[in-house]
């Protein structure tokens, strides 16, 4: 029997990318979108959600579940950018990327879990960020909701273990997407103290964006950490400097690794 995988945010970028090929692959394969209907030509089934909207969640959910009498994989993709100083970005800016971000995909968590434990087996793929593992200038909030959720899955795997869920990170550097065309921009303002050091990284950000790795590098690990019996707590996929710096910022002095994080950015 095919496995029945739900992927939010599955319309564009990374999450298209691995919904296209684990449908390849055989999978029976539903990803979500707040306006599906403006995808006719998706390979994979669209439903609508929206991972602010609880009700939305549930419905969703209940529909899949309704057509296939299972659900055996959710991949948490679905998330938005946000940049800017974080003393200018308004509040309401930064409590709805943490809903998109943090609070969407522990309740897409929730309105799966009784149906896992009915069936006495799951797994569940949170898709993060290596920006989640630092503090990044201009990019703070970003961080922050990412880096939460890599801890919320450190708790959640622990209590659903005696229910025979898994549950993974999978945190991707920068891939060729249009996340930077899609995330909130704090204005550049000409009045700003941040102004300078803001604008040139700003343009660095998206310049990694548009010159990141093929989202089909995510797409082929997804699909591996499926195929795993145990997967691993976390997993980091993109260019190797990428990765190796999470492993600096562990064995680096703190004001070390703050410094290489600053040269980097020519703060």
Do not use: C, W
């Not at 995808?39 to 959600?49: G, M």
């Not at 604008?199 to 590098?217: E, I, R, W």
């Amino acid at each position: 029997m095919s496995k029945v995988v739900l992927i939010t945010g599955g319309s564009s970028g990374i999450g298209k990318s691995i919904g296209e090929f684990l449908f390849e692959k055989g999978y029976v394969v539903y990803g979500t979108s707040r306006t599906p209907e403006r995808y006719p030509d998706s390979k994979i089934k669209l439903v609508a959600l929206d991972v602010t909207d609880l009700q939305s969640i549930k419905t969703a959910i209940t529909t899949i579940i309704n057509s296939e009498n299972r659900l055996d994989v959710l991949i948490n993709n679905a998330g938005a950018g946000i940049t800017g100083p974080i003393e200018e970005i308004p509040e309401e800016e930064i409590k709805r990327n943490f809903e998109t971000n943090l609070f969407g995909p522990i309740n897409v968590i929730k309105a799966v879990l009784p149906q896992m434990r009915h069936q006495e087996s799951g797994l569940i793929i949170n898709i993060t960020s290596i920006a989640g593992y630092m503090g990044l200038p201009y990019r703070g909030i970003y961080s922050a909701s990412k880096g939460a959720l890599e801890l919320i899955t450190e708790a959640f795997r622990m209590e659903i273990k005696p229910f025979n869920i898994q549950m993974t990170n999978v945190a991707p550097g920068d891939f060729a997407t249009n996340i930077a065309a899609g995330r909130y921009h704090a204005p550049v303002m000409e009045t700003s103290p941040y102004r300078n050091n803001y604008g040139k990284t700003l343009k660095m950000m998206d310049a990694h964006v548009d010159h990141g790795n093929d989202p089909q590098q995510m797409a082929y690990a997804i699909y591996e950490i499926i195929q795993t019996k145990h997967p691993k707590i976390h997993y980091k996929v993109g260019a190797f400097m990428q990765k190796f710096s999470i492993v600096l910022k562990r064995i680096l002095p703190d004001k070390v690794y703050e410094r290489l994080l600053m040269n980097h950015y020519k703060l």
